[in-house]
């Protein structure tokens, strides 16, 4: 009896169960934007890479973002594009933990990463003649090494305490990929535990990270409303839109679908939204911070001039 308990040792995902046509339209659409995260994010890690005009601390930040947005749509995507292809599909249980992994980790460290970059921004913004002498090189690298850390062992526990969960069936998952809150509802182990877990994780993960941006642009807006000149308070205002833009878009998909559901949220509507962190935001995020900076489209000219002489 116990065995059969632990009898499930793959599961199926439904991924999108609509027409035909619409498949093949969905599909098509996931290709090219992974294709177009891919490129976009190899192009920013690229250019912060060979560009001497970009080894500041804003464009590693970004340079470390764009790592985790490939890895982040990697670990969903071509999985996602197999089962649609197919009308659905199966996947282990060790490869289910591992997606589930990998994807927690990139989007822990998102949180993480999000919260020093507006960490950065008011540094920059309010204690301009100090922002050299704070954000080194050596406490870029130590900051960003900490939220690596931090997502690979909180996220750590919640696969390890998974893992350990008894699955009896039904082993079907109406998801896209496998993620805690299905495999949750699916196990018939006593997951108090872990719910309980989850929301005490949700404090370092979450809770403290918005609290920090928060307070951050707080200060950054009575700075930059301090400055006498509307130029010089576009400018300052300029330096921080992007990375204000890509936190909106983070943290209300994230809130939507974990922090604050909306009542009778059908499957669908879940399916959707987590479409919009798992593969849109890793694909407007290059596009957000090169579209309107000046550094990135000067690296992008030097870049191609110089390949072209060459």
């Known amino acids: 009896q116990e065995n059969n308990l632990t009898a499930v040792t793959e599961f199926f995902l439904l991924a999108f169960q609509v027409s035909q046509d619409l498949q093949i339209l969905l599909y098509c659409l996931l290709l090219v934007v992974y294709c177009g995260t891919i490129c ?12 001497q005009n970009l080894h500041t601390p804003m464009y590693f930040f970004i340079l470390q973002l764009s790592i985790s947005d490939i890895l982040l749509t990697t670990t969903i995507v071509p999985n996602t594009l197999r089962i649609i292809l197919s009308n659905g599909g199966t996947i282990t249980f060790i490869n289910c933990l591992t997606q589930f992994y990998f ?5 822990a460290f998102e949180c993480f990463l999000l919260t020093v970059m507006s960490y950065d921004r008011y540094v920059a913004i309010c204690n301009p003649l100090r922002y050299t002498s704070i954000m080194t090189s050596g406490h870029c690298v130590i900051l960003t090494s900490i939220c690596w850390l931090f997502g690979l062992f909180i996220i750590l526990i919640n696969t390890i305490t998974t893992s350990e ?10 998801h896209f990929f496998c993620d805690l809150v299905p495999l949750l509802e699916m196990s018939c182990s006593d997951t108090s535990i872990i719910q309980l877990e989850v929301y005490l994780q949700s404090i370092p993960i979450v809770i403290i990270p ?3 941006i928060g307070m ?14 509307s130029t010089g308070r576009q400018k ?7 990375h204000l833009v890509v936190v909106s878009i983070f943290y209300w998909t ?32 290059p596009i957000i911070y090169s579209l309107r900076n000046k550094d990135i489209k000067k690296a992008v000219k030097e870049t191609f001039y110089k390949r072209a002489i060459w």
């Open 40 to 51: 976009g994010n190899l192009l920013i890690i690229t250019l912060v890479s060979i560009s």
């Open 103 to 107: 994807f927690g980790v990139s989007e």
């Open 165 to 174: 969960l008894s699955f009896c069936g039904p082993n079907i998952i109406d």
């Open 210 to 212: 918005t609290t920090i």
């Open 216 to 229: 951050s642009y707080t200060y950054i807006i009575l700075a930059i409303l301090r400055i006498p000149s």
């Open 236 to 242: 300052a205002f300029s330096t921080c839109s992007s």
């Open 254 to 285: 994230l809130f939507s679908v974990y922090v604050f559901p909306t009542k009778g949220q059908t499957a669908t509507m879940s399916k959707i939204l987590s479409l919009l962190y798992t593969v849109i935001t890793p694909f407007i995020n």
